[in-house]
T-cell receptor, first 113, second 116 residues
Framework: AQSVTQPDIHITVSEGASLELRCNYS??????LFWYVQSPGQGLQLLLK??????LVQGIKGFEAEFKRSQSSFNLRKPSVHWSDAAEYFC???????????FGAGTTVTVRA | DTGVSQDPRHKITKRGQNVTFRCDPI?????LYWYRQTLGQGPEFLTY????????KSRLLSDRFSAERPKGSFSTLEIQRTEQGDSAMYLC??????????????FGPGTRLTVL
């Protein structure tokens, strides 16, 4: 069974600083990878996805993520965070023959002024 | 594209009561998913439909849970004889089969269930 690990439960970052959120997965073949963001009391918004091809993917709101097969990682980055980026971020994986998503436990991002 | 909608947004019920939630997917999407999210955790898969056919159910979906998608459009999730452990956010997502195996799911705002 696939699993997703987000090692950081909570990250605090200053506004304007860079942000990197870690995601590791375990799955034998190439997975499909996603990052979603969730604001308090809200549903999930898709930030970006990776299916194949270029391993550096661009998403909305200035986010990008890089798939590294050798490290089984799909880390999310943003060069300069805004106060509105404070939220919970979830990494998710699906298999090429199975549509359901498996999510990590999430990383909560706090942005300080 | 109005997005995925869910109703109600919040439901408070007493233990032992039945509750039903509704999900309206994005209009051209023929796949529909239900997930459950408890506090401090990521969403967990419950079940999914392709058109009106329920193709997979998680072991999390006990006999008290039933989901339907009668005409391949909206879906309902019913929980019978609710227990306090059912308190969670219930999320619905939809996707388009035209994406093939590269399936992208779009989520609704969720229904927050509190069982007293």
């Amino acid at each position: 069974a696939q699993s997703v690990t987000q090692p950081d439960i909570h990250i605090t970052v200053s506004e304007g600083a860079s942000l990197e959120l870690r995601c590791n997965y375990s799955y034998g073949a190439t997975p499909y990878l996603f990052w979603y963001v969730q604001s308090p009391g809200q549903g999930l918004q898709l930030l970006l996805k990776y299916f194949s091809g270029d391993t550096l993917v661009q998403g909305i709101k200035g986010f990008e993520a890089e798939f590294k097969r050798s490290q089984s990682s799909f880390n999310l980055r943003k060069p300069s965070v805004h106060w509105s980026d404070a939220a919970e971020y979830f990494c998710a994986v699906s298999r090429s023959n199975d549509y359901k998503l498996s999510f990590g436990a999430g990383t909560t991002v706090t942005v300080r002024a | 594209d109005t997005g995925v909608s869910q109703d109600p947004r919040h439901k408070i019920t007493k233990r032992g009561q039945n509750v039903t939630f509704r999900c309206d997917p994005i209009s051209e999407h023929n796949r529909l998913y239900w997930y459950r999210q408890t506090l401090g955790q990521g969403p967990e898969f419950l079940t999914y439909f392709q058109n009106e056919a329920q193709l997979e159910k998680s072991r999390l979906l006990s006999d008290r849970f039933s989901a339907e998608r009668p005409k391949g459009s909206f879906s309902t999730l019913e929980i019978q004889r609710t227990e306090q452990g059912d308190s969670a956010m219930y999320l619905c997502a939809s996707s388009s089969a035209s994406g093939g195996l590269e399936d992208t799911q779009y989520f609704g705002p969720g229904t927050r269930l509190t069982v007293l």
